[in-house]
Protein backbone atom coordinates (compact mmCIF):
# COMPACT_ATOMS: atom_id res chain seq x y z
CA UNK A 1 0.00 0.00 0.00
CA UNK A 2 1.58 3.14 -0.97
CA UNK A 3 -0.74 5.49 0.98
CA UNK A 4 -1.09 7.42 -1.63
CA UNK A 5 -5.15 9.66 -2.30
CA UNK A 6 -6.48 10.41 -5.32
CA UNK A 7 -9.85 12.22 -5.72
CA UNK A 8 -11.78 12.26 -8.80
CA UNK A 9 -14.48 15.57 -8.78
CA UNK A 10 -17.68 14.47 -11.61
CA UNK A 11 -20.94 16.53 -11.97
CA UNK A 12 -22.81 13.61 -12.64
CA UNK A 13 -22.89 9.33 -12.39
CA UNK A 14 -21.22 7.94 -15.30
CA UNK A 15 -18.92 10.87 -15.71
CA UNK A 16 -16.56 8.72 -13.91
CA UNK A 17 -16.30 5.97 -16.06
CA UNK A 18 -16.15 8.05 -18.93
CA UNK A 19 -13.35 10.33 -17.82
CA UNK A 20 -10.10 8.90 -16.54
CA UNK A 21 -11.95 5.99 -15.38
CA UNK A 22 -8.84 3.26 -16.48
CA UNK A 23 -6.66 5.46 -14.78
CA UNK A 24 -8.53 5.89 -11.22
CA UNK A 25 -8.98 1.87 -11.53
CA UNK A 26 -5.50 1.14 -12.38
CA UNK A 27 -4.29 3.71 -9.34
CA UNK A 28 -6.82 1.33 -7.26
CA UNK A 29 -5.55 -1.84 -8.14
CA UNK A 30 -2.11 -0.10 -7.43
CA UNK A 31 -2.83 -0.44 -3.66
CA UNK A 32 -3.98 3.62 -3.57
CA UNK A 33 -6.86 4.98 -1.78
CA UNK A 34 -9.18 6.70 -4.93
CA UNK A 35 -12.47 8.32 -3.87
CA UNK A 36 -15.10 9.55 -6.94
CA UNK A 37 -16.61 12.82 -6.08
CA UNK A 38 -19.97 13.02 -7.32
CA UNK A 39 -21.59 16.57 -7.40
CA UNK A 40 -24.88 15.96 -8.56
CA UNK A 41 -27.85 13.01 -8.88
CA UNK A 42 -27.53 12.52 -12.54
CA UNK A 43 -31.51 13.23 -12.10
CA UNK A 44 -32.13 15.15 -15.55
CA UNK A 45 -29.91 12.77 -17.54
CA UNK A 46 -31.88 11.39 -20.94
CA UNK A 47 -32.56 7.82 -20.84
CA UNK A 48 -30.21 7.40 -23.79
CA UNK A 49 -30.07 3.12 -23.94
CA UNK A 50 -33.46 2.59 -25.69
CA UNK A 51 -33.23 -1.13 -24.23
CA UNK A 52 -34.23 1.17 -20.99
CA UNK A 53 -36.97 3.77 -22.26
CA UNK A 54 -38.80 1.53 -20.77
CA UNK A 55 -42.07 1.73 -18.11
CA UNK A 56 -40.40 1.34 -14.20
CA UNK A 57 -37.80 3.00 -14.59
CA UNK A 58 -37.80 6.92 -15.32
CA UNK A 59 -40.33 7.51 -12.19
CA UNK A 60 -37.86 5.93 -10.00
CA UNK A 61 -34.80 7.78 -12.35
CA UNK A 62 -33.20 9.34 -8.77
CA UNK A 63 -32.75 5.58 -7.28
CA UNK A 64 -31.52 3.96 -10.95
CA UNK A 65 -28.69 6.19 -11.10
CA UNK A 66 -27.67 5.49 -7.47
CA UNK A 67 -27.94 1.58 -7.99
CA UNK A 68 -25.99 2.06 -11.69
CA UNK A 69 -23.24 4.29 -9.65
CA UNK A 70 -22.95 1.46 -6.86
CA UNK A 71 -22.20 -0.82 -9.54
CA UNK A 72 -19.50 1.29 -11.88
CA UNK A 73 -17.43 2.27 -8.55
CA UNK A 74 -17.56 -1.62 -7.47
CA UNK A 75 -16.36 -2.45 -11.18
CA UNK A 76 -13.54 0.24 -10.75
CA UNK A 77 -12.88 -0.82 -7.29
CA UNK A 78 -13.12 2.97 -5.84
CA UNK A 79 -14.89 5.07 -3.32
CA UNK A 80 -17.61 6.41 -3.93
CA UNK A 81 -19.76 9.80 -2.47
CA UNK A 82 -22.22 12.07 -3.49
CA UNK A 83 -22.32 15.59 -2.92
CA UNK A 84 -26.13 15.49 -2.67
CA UNK A 85 -26.65 18.23 -5.26
CA UNK A 86 -29.49 18.60 -8.04
CA UNK A 87 -28.52 17.45 -12.16
CA UNK A 88 -28.90 21.11 -13.58
CA UNK A 89 -29.97 19.71 -16.73
CA UNK A 90 -28.72 20.35 -20.15
CA UNK A 91 -30.43 23.43 -21.57
CA UNK A 92 -31.61 23.53 -25.21
CA UNK A 93 -33.01 25.79 -27.64
CA UNK A 94 -32.64 29.27 -29.09
CA UNK A 95 -32.89 31.12 -26.57
CA UNK A 96 -31.97 28.96 -24.08
CA UNK A 97 -34.48 28.40 -21.55
CA UNK A 98 -33.66 28.89 -17.62
CA UNK A 99 -32.08 26.82 -15.45
CA UNK A 100 -34.39 24.70 -13.25
CA UNK A 101 -34.94 26.37 -10.08
CA UNK A 102 -32.54 25.04 -7.47
CA UNK A 103 -30.53 22.94 -9.70
CA UNK A 104 -26.36 22.48 -8.96
CA UNK A 105 -25.58 25.25 -11.63
CA UNK A 106 -27.55 27.87 -9.42
CA UNK A 107 -26.15 26.96 -5.97
CA UNK A 108 -24.04 29.72 -4.75
CA UNK A 109 -20.54 28.70 -5.39
CA UNK A 110 -19.77 28.97 -1.75
CA UNK A 111 -22.09 26.62 -0.65
CA UNK A 112 -21.20 24.04 -2.79
CA UNK A 113 -17.21 24.71 -2.49
CA UNK A 114 -17.82 24.06 1.63
CA UNK A 115 -19.37 20.73 0.51
CA UNK A 116 -16.92 19.60 -1.27
CA UNK A 117 -14.14 21.04 0.78
CA UNK A 118 -15.42 19.27 3.63
CA UNK A 119 -14.86 16.29 1.50
CA UNK A 120 -11.38 17.05 0.87
CA UNK A 121 -10.83 17.46 4.65
CA UNK A 122 -12.29 14.38 5.34
CA UNK A 123 -10.75 12.20 2.25
CA UNK A 124 -7.13 14.14 2.69
CA UNK A 125 -6.40 14.01 -0.93
CA UNK A 126 -2.85 14.39 -2.46
CA UNK A 127 -4.40 14.76 -5.90
CA UNK A 128 -7.47 16.30 -7.33
CA UNK A 129 -9.36 15.47 -10.91
CA UNK A 130 -11.76 17.81 -12.07
CA UNK A 131 -13.00 19.66 -15.64
CA UNK A 132 -11.38 22.35 -17.41
CA UNK A 133 -12.47 26.23 -17.44
CA UNK A 134 -15.03 24.64 -20.31
CA UNK A 135 -16.05 22.20 -18.50
CA UNK A 136 -15.15 19.05 -21.04
CA UNK A 137 -18.02 20.33 -23.04
CA UNK A 138 -20.47 23.12 -21.76
CA UNK A 139 -22.85 21.49 -19.56
CA UNK A 140 -23.74 23.86 -17.15
CA UNK A 141 -22.76 21.48 -14.31
CA UNK A 142 -19.67 20.67 -15.61
CA UNK A 143 -18.66 24.18 -15.72
CA UNK A 144 -19.87 24.59 -12.52
CA UNK A 145 -17.74 21.46 -11.43
CA UNK A 146 -14.40 23.12 -12.58
CA UNK A 147 -15.59 26.27 -10.72
CA UNK A 148 -16.18 24.41 -7.61
CA UNK A 149 -13.39 22.22 -7.47
CA UNK A 150 -10.97 24.89 -8.14
CA UNK A 151 -11.91 26.95 -4.77
CA UNK A 152 -12.31 24.01 -2.91
CA UNK A 153 -8.71 23.00 -3.84
CA UNK A 154 -7.17 26.96 -2.37
CA UNK A 155 -9.97 26.93 0.32
CA UNK A 156 -9.16 23.22 1.88
CA UNK A 157 -5.63 24.27 3.68
CA UNK A 158 -7.09 27.54 4.75
CA UNK A 159 -8.44 27.47 8.62
CA UNK A 160 -10.07 30.79 8.16
CA UNK A 161 -12.05 29.35 5.18
CA UNK A 162 -15.16 26.62 6.31
CA UNK A 163 -13.71 26.70 9.90
CA UNK A 164 -17.18 24.38 10.31
CA UNK A 165 -15.70 21.63 7.34
CA UNK A 166 -13.33 20.24 8.98
CA UNK A 167 -9.34 20.43 9.72
CA UNK A 168 -7.94 21.92 6.81
CA UNK A 169 -5.96 19.73 4.42
CA UNK A 170 -4.22 20.95 1.03
CA UNK A 171 -3.81 19.19 -2.03
CA UNK A 172 -0.66 19.24 -3.67
CA UNK A 173 -2.01 18.89 -6.87
CA UNK A 174 -5.09 19.63 -9.27
CA UNK A 175 -5.37 18.15 -12.91
CA UNK A 176 -7.99 18.92 -15.82
CA UNK A 177 -8.95 15.28 -17.06
CA UNK A 178 -9.28 15.25 -20.98
CA UNK A 179 -10.51 13.04 -22.82
CA UNK A 180 -11.87 14.23 -26.36
CA UNK A 181 -8.70 13.99 -28.24
CA UNK A 182 -9.02 14.43 -32.26
CA UNK A 183 -5.38 13.30 -32.92
CA UNK A 184 -6.42 9.82 -31.21
CA UNK A 185 -9.11 9.37 -33.42
CA UNK A 186 -6.72 10.45 -36.59
CA UNK A 187 -4.51 7.46 -35.25
CA UNK A 188 -7.29 4.90 -35.19
CA UNK A 189 -8.42 5.93 -38.40
CA UNK A 190 -5.17 5.72 -39.97
CA UNK A 191 -5.33 2.05 -38.28
CA UNK A 192 -8.40 0.78 -39.70
CA UNK A 193 -7.10 2.75 -43.28
CA UNK A 194 -3.81 0.75 -43.12
CA UNK A 195 -6.19 -2.73 -42.50
CA UNK A 196 -8.60 -1.79 -45.52
CA UNK A 197 -11.35 -1.11 -43.06
CA UNK A 198 -13.86 1.09 -42.63
CA UNK A 199 -13.57 3.53 -39.85
CA UNK A 200 -16.84 2.91 -37.39
CA UNK A 201 -16.28 6.75 -35.83
CA UNK A 202 -15.49 8.77 -39.58
CA UNK A 203 -18.80 10.23 -39.61
CA UNK A 204 -17.79 12.14 -36.06
CA UNK A 205 -14.55 12.95 -36.69
CA UNK A 206 -15.94 14.77 -40.01
CA UNK A 207 -18.22 16.56 -37.40
CA UNK A 208 -15.33 17.50 -35.35
CA UNK A 209 -14.85 21.46 -36.01
CA UNK A 210 -11.05 21.93 -36.88
CA UNK A 211 -11.27 25.62 -34.93
CA UNK A 212 -11.64 23.76 -31.95
CA UNK A 213 -8.42 22.42 -32.03
CA UNK A 214 -7.04 19.63 -29.94
CA UNK A 215 -6.50 19.28 -26.62
CA UNK A 216 -3.38 17.62 -26.76
CA UNK A 217 -1.54 20.92 -26.77
CA UNK A 218 -2.56 21.35 -23.28
CA UNK A 219 -2.22 17.68 -22.10
CA UNK A 220 0.70 17.12 -19.47
CA UNK A 221 0.72 14.11 -18.10
CA UNK A 222 -0.76 10.68 -20.22
CA UNK A 223 -1.15 7.32 -17.94
CA UNK A 224 -0.30 4.03 -19.29
CA UNK A 225 -3.76 2.36 -18.64
CA UNK A 226 -4.62 0.02 -21.31
CA UNK A 227 -4.98 -2.84 -18.91
CA UNK A 228 -7.55 -1.46 -17.37
CA UNK A 229 -10.12 -0.29 -20.07
CA UNK A 230 -11.85 -3.34 -20.00
CA UNK A 231 -12.99 -2.05 -15.74
CA UNK A 232 -13.86 1.10 -17.42
CA UNK A 233 -16.30 -0.12 -20.58
CA UNK A 234 -17.60 -2.31 -18.15
CA UNK A 235 -17.81 0.62 -15.67
CA UNK A 236 -19.80 2.33 -18.56
CA UNK A 237 -22.13 -0.37 -19.19
CA UNK A 238 -22.98 -0.46 -15.32
CA UNK A 239 -24.61 2.95 -16.42
CA UNK A 240 -27.57 1.57 -18.74
CA UNK A 241 -29.58 4.20 -18.65
CA UNK A 242 -26.93 6.31 -20.09
CA UNK A 243 -24.87 4.05 -22.31
CA UNK A 244 -25.79 2.65 -25.19
CA UNK A 245 -23.95 -0.83 -25.91
CA UNK A 246 -24.37 -0.34 -29.38
CA UNK A 247 -22.73 3.02 -29.65
CA UNK A 248 -20.36 4.55 -30.91
CA UNK A 249 -17.93 4.78 -27.34
CA UNK A 250 -18.04 1.04 -27.56
CA UNK A 251 -17.00 1.30 -31.41
CA UNK A 252 -13.26 0.52 -31.56
CA UNK A 253 -12.17 -2.86 -30.80
CA UNK A 254 -10.21 -2.30 -27.17
CA UNK A 255 -7.00 -4.39 -29.08
CA UNK A 256 -6.71 -1.43 -31.12
CA UNK A 257 -7.45 0.60 -28.53
CA UNK A 258 -4.75 -0.62 -26.28
CA UNK A 259 -2.08 -1.03 -29.43
CA UNK A 260 -2.59 2.67 -30.57
CA UNK A 261 -3.64 4.90 -27.63
CA UNK A 262 -3.11 3.03 -24.05
CA UNK A 263 -2.94 6.05 -22.48
CA UNK A 264 -5.28 9.16 -20.59
CA UNK A 265 -4.98 12.88 -20.44
CA UNK A 266 -4.45 15.38 -17.76
CA UNK A 267 -3.42 18.63 -17.67
CA UNK A 268 -1.28 19.91 -14.16
CA UNK A 269 -3.18 22.98 -13.81
CA UNK A 270 -2.29 23.69 -10.13
CA UNK A 271 0.66 22.09 -7.94
CA UNK A 272 2.18 22.36 -4.41
CA UNK A 273 5.32 20.58 -5.50
CA UNK A 274 8.26 20.64 -7.94
CA UNK A 275 7.47 18.33 -10.71
CA UNK A 276 8.77 17.75 -14.38
CA UNK A 277 6.85 18.04 -17.51
CA UNK A 278 5.82 15.65 -19.11
CA UNK A 279 4.63 13.42 -16.18
CA UNK A 280 3.62 9.78 -16.65
CA UNK A 281 2.62 10.05 -12.94
CA UNK A 282 -0.11 11.91 -11.43
CA UNK A 283 1.78 11.57 -8.15
CA UNK A 284 4.74 12.15 -9.60
CA UNK A 285 7.01 15.06 -6.99
CA UNK A 286 5.33 13.89 -3.86
CA UNK A 287 7.59 11.88 -1.87
CA UNK A 288 6.56 8.86 -1.01
CA UNK A 289 8.00 8.53 2.44
CA UNK A 290 6.58 11.38 3.75
CA UNK A 291 3.97 12.04 1.30
CA UNK A 292 6.07 15.36 0.27
CA UNK A 293 2.83 16.94 2.82
CA UNK A 294 4.25 18.75 5.69
CA UNK A 295 1.44 17.51 7.79
CA UNK A 296 2.26 13.92 7.12
CA UNK A 297 6.26 14.43 7.92
CA UNK A 298 5.81 15.39 11.78
Known amino acids: MSGLRLMAVHAHPDDESSKGAATTARYSAEGNEVLVVTLTGGERGDILNPAMDVPGVRDRISEVRKEEMAEAARILGV ?12 PEGDPLPPLPEGCFALVPLDESTEALVKVIREFRPHVITTYDENGGYPHPDHIRCHEVSMAAYEAAGDPERFPGAGEPWEPLKLYYSHGFIRKRLLLFQEEYDRRGEEF ?48 SFFAVPLEIQQKIWPTEEFELAKTRVRTAIPESDLFAGIDHVGYGHPEEKK
Open 79 to 90: QQVWLGFVDSGL
Open 200 to 247: PMAEWLKKWRTEQGDLMARVTTQIVCGDYFPQRDDALRAHATQIDPNG
